[in-house]
């Protein structure tokens, strides 16, 4: 029998990412090869099976893109801090530790409880357990020397539009300067929610619409870049099979799928 859970209705939204890592991992060609999500799967007693159809997959290829982002900013700054706000089961730490960086994952305390029963934090690795909306989780992340990356994946979208350009304004003064990335998604894509397969699975709904990402720039932000699923980074797509690269050449363009986002911003300094 595994671990019995108990979570919030965004909170569950969480185990779809960690089911499409798993089936990822399983697969002959897994773009995350992220074997720890298979464990964590069998450890949880849920019926993930319930989640079908191409969000599995599209969890995989967002993390892939998030990651890139972080890979980019560890390249050039090996000692620099990320915090994962809205980390959930996510194994990030794991795929990009480089021996140097310090990380904080953040999310609220429910989930962190669930996470607290598989991970543990070490000397460059720490879980906070608080919402990415309260304020104070931020100055022990802030006192940090040296450049900061924040991210939110899959996280500010079940929050509507006032929630979320305030903590964004936030953001932005507390850690002037940082790269900030985290993704959006146009009426066309918040419109058919309804009709996806995990979606009936669950009852948590998004909220947040956000047509064009660049209409964030005036609550302090600069746009550095832009992807959608058609145009992960050159690096990143390599790293996809065949079948994803040429998927998501031709769907990556349909209306629905092209409205989603994945940003690089930086706050202004
Ligand atoms: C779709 S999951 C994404 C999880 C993870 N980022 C990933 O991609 O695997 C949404 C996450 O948002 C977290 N969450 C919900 N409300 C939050 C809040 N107020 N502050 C921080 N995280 C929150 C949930 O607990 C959950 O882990």
């Known amino acids: 029998m595994g671990e019995r859970i108990e979570l919030g209705e965004v909170q569950e939204t969480l185990l779809i990412p960690l089911y ?3 089936i990822d991992a399983e697969a002959g060609s897994s773009v995350l090869r992220d074997t720890k999500a298979i464990d964590l799967v069998d450890a949880i007693d849920y019926e ?3 989640f ?28 620099g801090t990320v915090v994962d706000l809205g980390c959930g089961l996510s194994t990030r730490f794991d795929r990009l530790d480089n021996g140097r960086v310090r990380w904080f994952d953040l999310d609220v305390p429910d ?3 669930l996470r607290r029963r598989f991970f543990a934090d070490s000397d460059r690795y720490t879980m906070i357990a608080g919402s990415l909306f309260d304020t104070d989780w931020g100055p022990t992340v802030a006192e940090r020397p040296g450049p900061i990356f924040l991210l939110s994946e899959a996280v500010l979208l079940y929050f509507p ?20 990335a985290f993704d959006t998604g146009g009426r066309l894509m918040m419109g058919s929610q309804d009709r996806k397969p995990v979606f009936k699975a669950l009852p948590a709904r998004m909220q947040w619409v956000c047509d064009d990402p660049r209409s964030l720039e005036p609550l302090g932000l600069t746009l550095r ?3 959608t699923f058609a145009q992960p980074q050159t690096s990143v797509a390599r790293s996809w099979p065949a079948r994803y690269r040429l998927l998501m050449g031709l ?10 986002k994945l940003n690089l911003f930086t706050t202004a300094a």
């Open 20 to 22: 499409g890592r798993a």
């Open 48 to 50: 993930f099976t319930k």
């Open 52 to 79: 079908k159809g191409p969000s599995l997959s599209g969890s995989v290829l967002r993390a892939s893109i998030f990651d890139g982002y972080v890979r980019d900013f560890l390249c050039e700054h090996p000692d």
């Open 111 to 113: 989930t962190m409880a």
């Open 161 to 180: 539009d006032a929630q979320v350009r305030e903590v964004l304004r936030r953001l932005v003064k507390q850690f002037p300067g940082s790269p900030l």
């Open 225 to 227: 870049e832009c992807r």
């Open 251 to 260: 769907l990556g363009w349909a209306p629905p799928v092209r409205t989603y």
